[in-house]
């Protein structure tokens, strides 16, 4: 079933096909270079080859591997899924959340905007109303220099009326 070579030797046969995907199915070829320990690979300079004729046990037994490989991994992959989607599906509610907080952010704004459109006009009323006051208390003070005060005017009509009995 294994038969071996070295590079060295002429073979039996079974030489070890070429490095491309011509060869056919049913050899296999081993480096058996890379399975030896790296002081070996150091001390030794030729590499030997192992040819594998794979028969229809080895076949079968490889056809049994592959299917119950493909199975595992249906059921990893599906697993896989069924986890990918469960975390996409939270996100996406997450992101709903923050669709409906930033509309109700947004219509409270609106709301802000109005009432400071409104509050401006306010103010500017309030700014020409402030504005009329000012010059009526100015006309105001203006009046009230010219005219006396009633308790003076009272104390002096008195001291007139007392002068004119004496006189």
């Not at 491309?20 to 300079?45: G, H």
């Not at 028969?55 to 990893?76: N, Q």
């Not at 459109?117 to 006309?139: H, N, P, Q, R, Y």
């Amino acid at each position: 079933m294994f038969r071996t070579r070295s590079e060295t030797t002429s073979g039996d046969g079974y030489d070890c096909p070429p490095d491309t995907d011509t060869f056919p199915r049913y050899f296999v070829c081993v480096d058996a270079f890379l399975a030896k320990t790296y002081n070996e690979r150091m001390k030794k300079e030729t590499k030997e080859k192992i040819v594998v004729e794979i028969t229809p046990e080895i076949r079968a037994l490889f056809d049994s591997y592959h299917k119950e490989t493909e199975k595992e991994m249906t059921r990893y992959v599906g697993a896989l899924s069924e986890d990918f989607q469960s975390k996409v599906s939270a996100i996406g509610e997450q992101f709903s959340g923050l669709n409906d907080k930033l509309d109700m952010h947004t219509e409270m704004i609106g709301l802000l905007a109005e009432d400071v459109a409104v509050l401006k006009e306010d103010v500017s009323v309030l700014k020409d109303d402030v504005g009329i006051l000012k010059t009526d208390v100015s006309e105001i003070k203006d009046i009230l220099k010219t005219k006396a005060d009633k308790t003076e005017v009272i104390h002096i009509s008195r001291r007139v009326s007392v002068l004119e009995r004496n006189v």
